[in-house]
């Protein structure tokens, strides 16, 4: 599951598109019989700012999904 993620500089503010593969982390959970998976994003590539040059996503680094938008986890 290929998309493109909107992802804020944190160095200037920009907007950029970011190349991830959706993927399911699993998680503990207080019931054991229960697994719990979190989706998160895992950039394709390194990406960097268009603007700066900064380096915004890295393939080790997964993005974790919240409503008010991503979060470097
Ligand atoms: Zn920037």
């Known amino acids: 599951m290929e998309k ?3 992802m804020r500089c ?3 503010g920009h907007w950029n598109r970011v190349p991830v593969n959706k993927v399911l982390v699993e998680q503990d959970s207080p019931e054991p019989k229960v697994k719990v998976f979190i ?3 895992l950039p ?4 960097k ?3 700066c040059g900064e380096v915004i996503a ?3 680094e997964l993005i974790k999904i919240v409503k008010s ?3 470097k986890s």
């Open 4 to 6: 493109r993620l909107r």
């Open 10 to 12: 944190s160095g200037c």
């Open 39 to 41: 989706p998160m994003y």
């Open 44 to 47: 394709l590539q390194v990406s």
């Open 49 to 51: 700012c268009e603007k």
């Open 58 to 60: 890295q393939p080790k």
């Open 69 to 71: 938008g991503s979060v």
